[in-house]
C-alpha cells in the first residue's frame, strides 16, 4: 500500500503536464522580489457549479495575463493562487487543471485553510460564496538576515459569483 505522501506526490506529478500545458501565456515564477507585489486569489472547488461554467474557466486563464501586465506596468511584481475547496486530492486537481498555470496551488482539506481562514472568514468584507476571487497588494522584502518578511496587505477587489467573468471581460482592472 502506498503513503499519503507517495500518493499526493504521484498524483501531483501526473496532473501538473495537463495543469501547465493549458496556460501558455501566464507563466508563474518562483522568486520573491523586494517591493510590491499583487496577488490574486481564486477560490473554488469541483463541486461549485458556476466554478465549472465554461465562461468562468476561460475567465480565469484570461484573468492571470491581464493582471500581471498590469502589476508589471506599475513596477510591481505579481503572483496567482488558486484554493481548491474539496475534500479529496482527485477532486481538487481535476478543479485546477483547466484553470492553467498558477504560482501556488492550495489543494483539499475542504474549506479549512490558511488563505480561507485569512481571506474569506478573517475579513468580514469578503462575500462567503464560491467563485470568488480577492486581488490584493503587498509589499516583499528579502535579505539574509530576515529571510523573506510579507507586509501588510491592502485589497484591491473582491469579486464573487456573477461579477467575475465581466470583469474579466473589461480587462481585469486591478485598481480602481
Not at 16 to 43: H, S
Not at 79 to 91: E, K, Q
Not at 97 to 120: M, S
Not at 129 to 139: C, F, K, Q, S, Y
Request: proline share 7%; with cysteine.
Amino acid at each position: 500500500m502506498l503513503s499519503r505522501a507517495f500518493s499526493v506526490g504521484l498524483a501531483l506529478m501526473l496532473c501538473a503536464p495537463a495543469v501547465f500545458a493549458q496556460d501558455t501565456t501566464y507563466v508563474p515564477t518562483k522568486e520573491y522580489p523586494n517591493g510590491r507585489q499583487v496577488v490574486v486569489l481564486y477560490f473554488g472547488a469541483k463541486w461549485c457549479k458556476p466554478c465549472g461554467l465554461p465562461a468562468m474557466k476561460d475567465a480565469i486563464l484570461r484573468m492571470k495575463p491581464l493582471a500581471a501586465k498590469q502589476a508589471k506596468d506599475s513596477s510591481a511584481a505579481f503572483s496567482a493562487t488558486v484554493v481548491a475547496f474539496d475534500r479529496n486530492l482527485p477532486d481538487a486537481l481535476t478543479f485546477v487543471a483547466p484553470l492553467g498555470a498558477f504560482d501556488e496551488y492550495i489543494v483539499g482539506n475542504d474549506i479549512t485553510n490558511l488563505a480561507a481562514e485569512r481571506f474569506l472568514w478573517g475579513d468580514p468584507l469578503a462575500d462567503k460564496a464560491l467563485p470568488t476571487l480577492i486581488v490584493i497588494e503587498r509589499t516583499v522584502t528579502t535579505s539574509r538576515q530576515t529571510g523573506i518578511v510579507f507586509g501588510p496587505h491592502r485589497v484591491l477587489r473582491r469579486l464573487s459569483g456573477d461579477s467575475i467573468v465581466p470583469w474579466v471581460n473589461a480587462g481585469a482592472r486591478v485598481w480602481r
